[in-house]
Nanobody, 123 residues
Framework: QVQLVESGGGLVQAGGSLRLSCAAS????????MGWFRQAPGKEREFVAV????????DYADSVKGRFTISRDNAENTVYLQMVSLKPEDTAVYYC????????????????WGQGTQVTVSS
């Protein structure tokens, strides 16, 4: 079982930055693919970013490429999402997720989920 706790959300103006953190309570953190999804009001949850077990591979949704950066610290069991140049359309609840396969991760199937943290970007 993997427990995930997100932090770092909040209210920011368009063009601003935020860094989300996700702390995982699991002894084998470095065997999990980690990443982020988000869900805006009235919309389905969507993939944002993923990072491989050792951090050598990453992938991003087209909507955030060049603005968001995912990273992980396996010594601290933590994954991060650095977000810059935020836009009002980035407003959503952001969920941390852990999975077993880099490709399948983006589908959301079989992932462990955190409770989410709200990010609100004002125009």
């Amino acid at each position: 079982q993997v427990q995930l706790v997100e932090s770092g959300g909040g209210l920011v103006q368009a063009g601003g930055s935020l860094r989300l953190s996700c702390a995982a309570s699991v002894r084998t953190f470095n065997t999990y693919v980690m990443g982020w999804f988000r869900q805006a009001p009235g919309k389905e949850r969507e993939f944002v970013a993923v990072i491989s077990e050792r951090g050598e591979s990453t992938d991003y949704a087209d909507s955030v490429k060049g603005r968001f950066t995912i990273s992980r610290d396996n010594a601290e069991n933590t994954v991060y999402l650095q977000m810059v140049s935020l836009k009002p359309e980035d407003t959503a609840v952001y969920y941390c997720a852990a999975g077993g396969d880099f490709v399948l991760f983006t589908t959301g199937l079989g992932n462990y989920w955190g409770q989410g943290t709200q990010v609100t970007v004002s125009s």
